[in-house]
């Protein structure tokens, strides 16, 4: 491979010095029309890439903002990166994603080069394994803003952008009390994802709140959350008796409503069925599967928002927002009376 | 916001040229240990970022590849990304991701500012706007390796690894010809894609090919290819008499199927359905659906692997990788006498 032409090499060929050419790659005042000329045609015919970082230094400006997440596979992720993806795009900046796969080991060594690449402002939804928030401090203190969206870090003073996890999943078990349901199960997350704690606390709660009895048989605790993982959990499930299912995302109730369905049983007649989500086919299924939608896109929007607001008024103003996700009811979940 | 600290606060503050810090900071052996422990035991205090260009320069790596394609909220590029990320991982390498939303000029600026980056390659998928390859030709002079994946541009003389779109359309119009169907429609993607383009042809080409009358109104070119273009695109459809559908994407299936189910159609007694990409829903709808399988992962890891190999390696070869779809019979399509 070609050797990227420096610096170094204009001059030599100009015969002038690397700091003129420098000063004139940058537009100084202090060089000549003329040689910014000879210095700018022969930097493109040499297709020398000017050392981005030292030019940001100089202009104080990226036109970067990096977005650091756990997966960009997921429906989720990826339409929190198009909410902010659309909102940055349009005042001309740039976005560069990394995912983390949910190690802290890789999130750390990602926001240090992110910041190394001198982004104006990091939006950083942290792994399940984050422990401690020096990393973004690092950041921060090298004059990038931080803005955490969907997952929280306790005591890491930032704007910070959520939704209502904990109500989402109230408003989907309270709906079935409501609707009569008597033996509600659930299928919970894995345990040590905090999101899902807060699905299965709102469950229970729920359950308390209207002084229905919590029948821990009807818990069951997948060790995942793909709809392989539902299919597997419902099968245990089988052996109880219930009328209602509140699964702890989309991909789980689609897994369920499939061995549900493979096993004889009318959705929502005998077994009314509740997701979390509102994926794009959720509504497709037959029966359409009941499911919480929550503002992810919007979240996107308003973490760069606020981000970018941090980054044009040049001020630390600490926002926390928190929007709240709605049940909506197709055919899988029995009708009110 | 504080000013991110420079080479020149910590020389001030240790009464040493600036030089003598950078030189310092990427351990010159004509420093001394005793300056050199000063110099970063200060760097980390002030919370100095190393100019990562200038040190790149030096040690000639970054570490990173750059991945630009279209969009990444699809499960087709992230499932791509997801195959990338594993090889490049699993040798130390950190991806930045950034997506071009089918606009040429956004794809060409991103290009440029990775190259800036100094990214050590580039795993590009055009956008469907690209007209041409300088961009992408600019990179290369400037010392950095391109693989283009999953979309061509004819003329760029690079290693590109693609799927054969044309043959897995082939191959479902065939395997619906063999099962004994007689009418098969088409719903088409928007024309100006030219990964619909080829599912067409092979629409055309299959049925010809097996002396089968073309009805041209059994063709419908959506406009779009989600869930919702599929139903309004099978509503079209049935004022015509078909016993086989043939989607040009699953989404497209999924929304088709919704339509003939809730006018009273059995699938596949009365009309088979075939979708295209087997997406990780597609085998839980009822039925489940027949579709194409591509080897997207795998052509995730493969393009990363050959950049890798060209990184490494420090010579340009050029290798043509095109990978083969699979039939996935499931019971949306009448099985084979």
Not at 179 to 199: D, M
Request: charged share 25%; glycine share 6%; with cysteine.
């Amino acid at each position: 491979m070609e050797k990227p032409a420096t610096i170094i090499d204009i001059a030599k060929a100009l015969n002038i010095s690397p700091s003129t050419v420098s000063r004139a790659l940058n537009n100084h005042p202090s060089i000549s029309s003329q040689t910014k000329e000879q210095v700018n045609e022969l930097a493109n015919k040499l297709n020398y890439h000017p050392n981005l970082t030292a030019r940001n230094l100089l202009k104080k400006k990226s036109g970067i903002i990096g977005v650091v997440v756990p997966e960009i596979t997921s429906y989720f992720f990826s339409t929190v990166i198009t909410g902010i993806q659309d909102v940055v795009s349009s005042v001309g900046y740039k976005l560069i994603i990394s995912q983390t796969n949910e190690n802290f080991d890789e999130e750390k060594k990602l926001i240090h080069e992110m910041a190394q690449m001198r982004v104006e402002g990091l939006l950083v939804s942290p792994s399940f394994n984050t422990q401690g928030f020096e990393h973004l401090e690092d950041a921060r203190k090298a004059g990038i803003p931080v803005v955490l969206f969907d997952r929280d870090i306790p005591g890491f003073e930032s704007s910070k952008v959520f939704v209502d996890v904990y109500d989402g999943a109230y408003q989907a078990v309270k709906y079935l009390i409501e609707a009569g349901c008597q033996r509600i199960a659930h299928i919970a997350g894995p345990e040590h994802i905090p999101t899902f704690q807060e699905r299965m606390s709102a469950y229970q709660n729920a359950l308390k709140d209207y002084n229905r009895e919590l029948y821990p048989e009807l818990i069951i605790k997948s060790t995942g959350f793909s709809a392989e993982d539902g299919v597997e959990a419902c099968e245990h499930l089988l052996s109880q008796s219930f009328d209602a299912l509140f699964c702890v995302n989309d991909a789980v109730a689609i897994g369920a409503m499939h061995v549900l369905r493979e096993k004889g049983y009318k959705i929502p007649e005998d077994i009314s069925v509740i997701g979390y989500d509102d994926e794009p086919y959720s509504c497709y299924f037959s029966p359409g599967l009941t499911t919480i939608w929550q503002p992810v896109y919007d979240m996107g929007m308003l973490s760069s928002k606020i981000l970018l607001d941090t980054i044009t008024k040049e001020k630390q103003t600490i926002r926390k927002e928190i929007l709240k996700p709605e049940l909506v009811l197709r055919q899988s979940s029995v009708p009110l009376n």
